[in-house]
């Protein structure tokens, strides 16, 4: 279901910004003026400063609004585990690598690990 990705730059990519390889899990929810259309899971491919590239479990549509909950591998005060929620625009969308730009970020608490 899920690829390994080629890690590996292309000459012609022109981004500013560097992307980190991460292998995170993902849940999604695509949105349509706030209302939730449709969930789904998927893991991370690359994160970067303004976006993230993540596999879907399955084909999503080419733009849409998208919010992004992503298990962190962090501890925050080594006790609390935490998720970075994103919502976002699809910008991309090649099979299931869905390419997404940050509109708004924020990191959240999720039950203490012990």
């Known amino acids: 279901m899920f690829g390994v990705p080629t890690l ?3 000459p012609e990519d022109r981004r500013q910004n560097r992307r980190y390889p991460l292998r995170l899990h993902v849940h999604y929810k695509l949105l349509d003026r706030n209302v939730v259309t449709q969930t789904g899971t998927g893991r991370t491919v690359n994160i970067g400063a303004r ?14 609004e998208i919010v992004l909950e992503i298990a962190w591998p962090a501890l ?20 299931n ?3 997404v730009r940050f509109k708004a970020y924020d990191f959240h608490t999720k039950r203490s690990t012990k």
């Open 8 to 10: 590996v730059s292309k």
């Open 51 to 64: 976006g993230i590239l993540f596999e879907a479990d399955r084909p999503l549509p080419d733009r849409g």
């Open 76 to 95: 925050l005060d080594r006790v609390r585990r935490l998720k970075l929620v994103v919502r976002g625009r699809i910008v991309r969308n090649e099979g």
């Open 97 to 99: 690598a869905i390419g």
